[in-house]
């Protein structure tokens, strides 16, 4: 167990945020991506699965998943960012549970603000009321049950739905569609099968010139290798699927995946991968490989 751990701990990654330079009409036609990543001194910390809160000519306040190795798990944080510089002006933390937090996901309905972070650990899905000029938050109802990943809700078709995975498929081929029930809890109606590990959700679904754009995490090898931006249409047999374009980490200093993709007033963020110990890192997950193959085949 011990050595086990070690191993892992070698293997560790960690993330960043950074903003897109790019528009949204050059991503979709194909453009490198440009992104500026925050610039921060914390060594304790690391930060991911961000949502743009509020906007502002000088800043840009963001929701993230703020992994404290300290504590061994996420909670959730605002981070306000210099939006000329993009250093980060102030970390305050919002959400802190005893098991880990993710993937703050934010609901906008009726001049009210939510939140809905992922707590698989926990066995519930909860909305919580968001103050967003106190950052207070209020505990606002359970919405789905069992060990869900990234859900994201949608009204953009209508009626309201929520897209996610679980166990045991977090991270593989199967997505969830989830609508609410009776007592208004999400529960799954149906589902959609890929051929490869795309179903994990990456951000919070937009419109462009009239479609609908899912990001979807592409982790076919690694996980959170790249971000797929899935266009979505209702028909009279359910949501049909339509991949528009994959994206990459552009960064040599975060080159391991390109993890989540959200908009906001215009405001693109992404957040990208590195691993603490690249050479160690890499050696152990092919060692890891080859003991899978072998136990197969044997």
Known sequence: MIVQKILRS???????????????????????????????????????????????????DVLVEDFCLSLDRGRISLLRVDRQSYELKELIPILTLPTHLSYPA??????????????????????????????????????????????TMTALFGDEIM??????????????????????????SDEIQFGEVIARSAGDLFEYHGIVIRPAQESNEVYGH???????????????????????SPSKEYPLG???????????????IAYYHPFLAKLIRNCYKTIKKLKAWS
């Open 10 to 60: 070698l293997a560790d990654r960690y993330y960043n945020i950074g903003f897109v330079g790019n528009s949204l009409d050059g991503i979709i036609n194909g453009e490198e991506l440009n992104v500026t990543y925050v610039k921060h001194s914390y060594k304790d910390h690391w930060f991911a699965d961000p949502f743009i809160l509020k906007v502002s000519d000088n800043q840009i």
């Open 106 to 151: 934010i609901l906008r309905r009726d001049g009210e603000v939510y939140i809905y972070p992922e707590s698989g650990a926990s066995g519930k899905l909860k909305l919580y009321q968001l103050d967003v000029d106190s950052l207070e938050l209020r505990e606002h109802r359970v919405i789905a049950e069992g060990d869900i990943a990234d859900g």
């Open 163 to 188: 897209f996610a995975t679980e166990e045991p498929h977090k991270d593989g081929k199967i997505l969830g569609i989830y609508r609410p029930n009776i007592n208004g809890l999400f529960v799954k």
């Open 226 to 248: 790249a971000v797929v931006l899935q266009q979505i249409t209702k028909q009279d047999n359910g949501l049909q699927i339509k991949e528009l374009r994959r994206l990459y």
């Open 258 to 272: 390109l993890h989540t993709f959200n908009i906001y007033q215009d405001v693109i963020v992404v957040d990208s």
